[in-house]
């Protein structure tokens, strides 16, 4: 356990949210995603896992994960196929952890085989206990400023 970050938080993960760069894409993924095969194809090439609900781990990662502001894309979420107006009660979630913390209301969204596409060039894929479908979203790592002074 450390002070004052979310225990749910592995090692792993806080070991990879810090190893990335402003730009890199994290792709949180419901328990359906086929985030083990997607997994191999991004910077870190391993899935890592919570499982908890999506917007546990939402939550928890954007308490010390800051959102791109430089793009419009820095928050995404998988489309209903061929319903890309519909936003289900787990993305009403998603948008309230990221609006939460200041990011894009709404948040982008993206179809589902883009998205796809956009998690295979991430830099990591976390695969969340999830069960509910379209759980899926993707956020861009931006810049913690200098310290005043």
Known sequence: MLMGIDPILN???????????????????????????????????????IDRPAA???RAV????????????AAARMEVVDEPDT????????????SAV????P??????FAFYDRARKAYAVIQTGERRFYGCFALR?????PDEG
């Open 11 to 49: 090692a792993d993960v806080l070991y990879t949210l810090r190893a990335m760069g402003h730009g890199d894409d994290l792709i949180i993924a419901d328990t359906n995603f086929p985030s083990d095969s997607v997994a191999r194809d991004t910077t870190l090439g391993e899935l890592l896992r």
């Open 56 to 58: 546990d781990v939402v």
């Open 62 to 73: 954007l308490s010390i994960f800051p959102i791109d502001t430089f793009v419009d894309d």
């Open 87 to 98: 936003i289900l009660p787990v993305m009403e979630e998603f948008q309230a952890e990221v």
């Open 102 to 105: 200041g990011g894009p209301n």
């Open 107 to 112: 948040v982008m969204p993206i179809e589902r």
């Open 141 to 145: 790592k931006g810049v913690i400023p």
